[in-house]
């Protein structure tokens, strides 16, 4: 499946260097986020930080981007915890007070860190998958979160580790949550859920990203 994946992401890039695929970026850089123009764009980003980046988008579910975005405009003090650093990483400081996000792979997270550095609302940490550095990182930061975002490895333990970090009226996002192996997370994590299906940034079919709430 990885070497699937790899291979379609090299196709797309490769048609996304082609002249008017680049035209088709720069014009949906300046078009509605949650439209087609941006979201057929992100199709050739995937996996490509910069051109994420350039987009001004995350990889979710488009309607729960909306959801996120429509939050965070309720409070702009909000302080996020990002398990998973990318182009949301991004997103995230682009729409709240503060974000701490933490990441396994250290290449990636060296990738990254160049990204975020004008970002100075951004805490980017490295945090090894094994033991507890990474799931219980969030025990480190001291502070409740308006936005937690679970979208990394070891989810349903992450998400477990996060509920007590909620802060009062705070949001969980979730993504891929139509995977079987963590809808009993889901189901058992205390939550309310809404659950939004259809367009995701970057792939070409439907897909799952949950919010949970109180």
């Known amino acids: 499946m990885q070497l699937v994946k790899r291979s379609y992401a090299g196709v797309m ?43 001004g988008l995350p990889w979710w579910n488009v309607a ?9 405009r309720t409070r702009p003090n909000a302080r996020v915890f990002e398990y998973g650093a990318g182009a949301s990483t991004i997103w995230l400081a682009r729409h709240a007070a503060h974000v701490t996000s933490v ?13 975020v550095a004008r970002f100075q609302n951004i805490a980017l940490h490295h945090c090894e998958l094994d033991g507890d550095a990474y799931i219980g990182a969030i ?8 936005l937690i975002v679970v979208d ?7 998400l477990a580790r996060a509920i007590p970090h909620l802060a ?14 963590y809808r009993r997370a889901i189901e058992n ?9 259809g367009r995701s940034y970057c792939v070409p079919y439907p897909d799952f990203t949950s919010i949970l709430h109180a």
């Open 13 to 55: 890039h490769k048609i996304a260097d082609l002249g008017p695929m680049e035209r088709l970026a720069e014009e949906a850089q300046q078009s509605d986020e949650y439209g087609w123009l941006r979201w057929a764009a992100s199709l050739l980003a995937i996996h490509d930080i910069e051109r994420m980046i350039a987009l």
């Open 64 to 72: 729960a981007t909306r959801d996120v975005a429509q939050f965070l």
């Open 103 to 115: 990441e396994h792979h250290a290449e990636w997270h060296h990738r990254l860190s160049r990204e």
């Open 139 to 146: 025990d480190e930061t001291g502070a409740p979160f308006d």
């Open 152 to 158: 990394g490895r070891r989810r349903t333990e992450c």
């Open 168 to 181: 009062p009226g705070g949001i969980i996002l979730l993504d891929d949550s139509g995977r079987s192996r």
């Open 189 to 197: 994590c205390g939550l309310k859920e809404r659950r939004h299906f």
